[in-house]
């Protein structure tokens, strides 16, 4: 995963809480993803970005919202923590011809 | 939008036998079906892709075919060792940007 970094790696938060989650990466990739991952539903995409202030909603948006005020990084934000948003989540990045995502290492968010 | 399905779910060989994982999509347009293998803590990791004007890839012990008529598409490990062992997941898409991911197949490669 060399190029791209996820904090907090684990974290625990309570229902109500807001929440940040960090993707840095290091490639100067210009199109950056935040997916989910949960048993028996495979990873799915909960927003991505096209570029610096550039975002657009994924398949699960809902009770998300995300960042970009510079290349490198991109953020997902839960304003409410909920016990439904508890999963593994990953940020990738592609370069300019958008395919053959590189993924971090994941975020473990756990909502008691 | 696209669906995109994965069997088996799970999956056990011998070493040195072959593995075979499935998955179909629904959508004609996607033309890009890419392979990731992910080992536990660790984010999933491309290992090989397709896309709709080409049949076949090789890449010495896995291949991925597409049958774009039957909208379906294989990842085939020949000579499998344990370090195949790990969840792979198929992915379909036509945008480049938005995939769709099949729910994972978690192989184990038996000594």
């Known amino acids: 995963d060399a190029g791209i970094t996820q904090s907090p790696r684990h974290k625990v938060t309570e229902t109500g809480t807001p929440v940040t989650l960090r993707c840095h990466q290091t490639?100067?990739?210009?199109?950056m993803y935040w997916y989910r991952q949960d048993p028996g539903h495979g990873l799915r995409l909960i927003h991505y970005?096209?570029?610096?202030?550039?975002?657009d909603k994924g398949e699960v948006s809902d009770g998300y919202s995300v960042s970009r005020s510079k290349t490198e990084d991109f953020l997902l934000t839960l304003e409410s923590a909920t016990s439904s948003q508890t999963s593994v989540y990953f940020c990738?990045?592609?370069?300019?011809?958008?395919?053959?995502?590189?993924f971090g290492s994941g975020t473990r968010l756990t909502v008691v | 939008g696209e669906n995109v399905e994965q069997h088996p779910s799970t999956l056990s060989v011998q070493e040195g036998d072959s593995a075979v994982i499935k998955c179909t999509y629904s959508?004609?347009?996607?033309?890009?079906f890419p392979w990731y293998k992910q080992e536990l803590g660790k984010g999933p990791q491309l290992i090989i892709d397709i896309r709709s004007n080409v049949g076949e890839k090789k890449d010495q012990r896995i291949a991925v075919t597409l049958n774009k008529t039957a909208k379906h598409f294989s990842l085939h490990i020949t000579e499998t060792q344990p370090e195949d062992s790990a969840v792979y997941f198929c992915a379909a898409s036509h945008t480049g940007n938005q995939f769709y991911f099949g729910t994972g197949t978690s192989l184990t490669v038996i000594p």
């Open positions: 959508d004609s347009a996607s033309n890009y």
């Open positions: 970005s096209y570029g610096v202030k550039d975002t």
């Open positions: 490639e100067n990739h210009r199109y």
């Open positions: 990738a990045t592609t370069g300019e011809n958008g395919y053959g995502y590189t």
